[in-house]
């Protein structure tokens, strides 16, 4: 037996690691459309509205970011399968890991390697990222392709050959997809600008990166879906915490790892900027401060793996056990227990159906408020009551302008639209809200502080809250049929 299982390529075990945590992964999500990333969600209803041919507000709301390409083909053969979607993100992030370990293996990195892949595969992050399909398994992903790119092409370069152009294209890609993913165009920009292998090539890179670039940012106006200066210590918490309130705890979790992380670059920095994935990575670092979400928490998260754990290894044997492996030993012990801690918190929050505050708002308006009666039926009888002779009231699909609007609409099966822009009194704004049934946003949010104000200041009668939660507030907007009734 032992015999033959050593004839077994490495390879195959590592395929067979992968499908194991493919199949925990898949355990481990949530089997609802909820919890989804608006952007996402998005690019997912307009696959399905293609694939179907199905005519859907959400061709009103713009081009999505590329991650819609990932999602052509399940979205062909599985249309209205959220689960579908999500395997998807299971298996791109397992391309992530293979990539990035078999880049760091290369560069002679070996044991680090897999020693990095295998915490950040359960990371309780990452698997928060892939429940969401967030964005940042597919911006690691362009970031691995567009570094094994670079580096085929340098090998046998062509010109205008097939990894030119996947490149010019990753760099699509990566644009769309986050601020962070400027990264990649920028560091193939410099890499050709100061290393490049002709004259003649380095033009045709200058010039097509910069289209590339500037026709992504035009077709899809820059990034609707990122959320821009958050606080990025909130972010690097949730590396060893679970979402939450900013407390004491957070800020001590978050300031923590700000810490290891300044320490990790400052001593791999010669390191970091020798590579070219690392010079992305670090570029997208550096970018993602000013953005402090979840993907720039993952960006982190994967410098201080495979570029911090090296520095706990040694082959020094001079320095004994625990100079060379001990340390080491005890935090990915410490690490590896927490990151499965937290993991089982999530599988525990799943079972149980929790929801975040806006999940849990959006939930409330699908279940209470997917459809309404129409009450203008009733309404044409004498004494405003339906008779048997008269027609059953019927149902009116609803019609919801929303902060969320694809997740609105993707959790609801309604019409949802983006809310409406600023306007001037309550008036304007009555009249802009012609046919939409219900308003749901955060009014704690500044963004929405003049259509907060525009509707508690408005006519008595004419609009009326029907949910406020810690999520947000819903708000119905009253047919001419309602106010007449409620005036007799």
Excluded at 48 to 75: C, K
Excluded at 126 to 148: C, E, H, K, N, R
Excluded at 182 to 208: E, F, M, S, T
Excluded at 336 to 350: A, K
């Amino acid at each position: 037996m032992n015999n033959l299982l050593s004839r077994i390529p490495k390879e195959y075990w590592a395929y067979l690691a992968l499908s194991v945590w493919g199949v925990l992964g898949f355990m481990l999500l949530h089997k609802i459309p909820y919890g989804i990333d608006e952007g996402a969600a998005h690019a997912l209803l307009l696959v399905w509205s293609v694939a179907d041919d199905v005519v859907s507000p959400i061709v009103t709301f713009g081009l999505p970011d590329f991650r819609t390409l990932f999602f052509v083909p399940v979205g062909v053969l599985w249309t209205g399968s959220v689960v579908a979607a999500k395997v998807t993100t299971l298996i791109v992030m397992s391309i992530v890991a293979w990539s990035f370990h078999a880049w760091r293996q290369r560069n002679g990195d070996e044991e680090g390697a897999l020693l990095a892949t295998g915490l950040l595969l359960i990371s309780p992050l990452i698997l928060d990222q892939i429940d969401a399909i967030s964005i940042a398994p597919y911006l690691l992903v362009t970031f691995a392709l567009g570094a094994w790119s670079d580096r085929i092409y340098r090998e046998s370069p062509q010109v205008f050959g097939g990894m030119y152009f996947s490149q010019i294209f990753l760099c699509m890609v990566c644009t769309t997809l986050h601020p962070m993913g400027l990264a990649y165009p920028l560091v193939l920009l410099w890499g050709w600008y100061k290393n490049p292998l002709d004259k003649k090539q380095r033009d045709h890179y200058l010039i097509g990166i910069g289209a590339a670039v500037l026709f992504a940012l035009l077709l899809t106006f820059g990034w609707r879906h990122v959320s821009m200066f958050a606080n990025p210590i909130r972010a690097l918490s949730g590396l060893l915490m679970t979402a939450g309130e900013m407390d004491v705890w957070r800020w001590t979790a978050g300031i923590f790892m700000l810490c290891v992380l300044a320490l990790v670059i400052w001593k791999q920095a010669a390191s970091l900027w020798a590579d070219f994935l690392g010079r992305v990575l670090l570029l997208a670092f550096a970018i993602g401060l000013l953005t402090g979400d979840e993907a720039f928490a993952v960006v982190a998260l994967t410098i201080v793996l495979y570029w911090g754990l090296p520095l706990l290894l040694s082959t020094d044997t001079r320095r004994g056990f625990w100079g060379q492996r001990g340390v080491a030993l005890v935090l990915i012990f410490v690490v590896s227990t927490l990151f499965m801690i937290l993991d089982r918190g999530h599988y525990e929050t799943m079972l149980t159906g929790e929801l975040s505050a806006r999940d849990s708002l959006i939930k409330a308006l699908a279940e209470d408020g997917g459809y309404f009666m129409n009450e203008e039926a009733a309404a044409t009888q004498p004494d405003g009551q339906a008779t048997e002779q008269s027609a059953p009231p019927v149902k009116k699909r609803l019609r919801v302008a929303s902060q969320w609007p694809a997740l609105t609409m993707l959790a609801c099966r309604c019409d949802a639209l983006p809310l409406p822009p600023v306007a001037k009194d309550s008036a304007a704004l009555l009249a802009m809200m012609r046919g939409v049934d219900y308003l749901i946003f955060d009014p704690r949010n500044p963004a929405n502080s003049a259509l907060s104000y525009n509707i508690a200041t408005m006519e008595p009668g004419k609009m009326e809250t029907v949910a406020l939660r810690p999520g947000g507030v819903i708000v119905q907007i009253k047919a001419p049929v309602q106010i007449q009734q409620q005036a007799k």
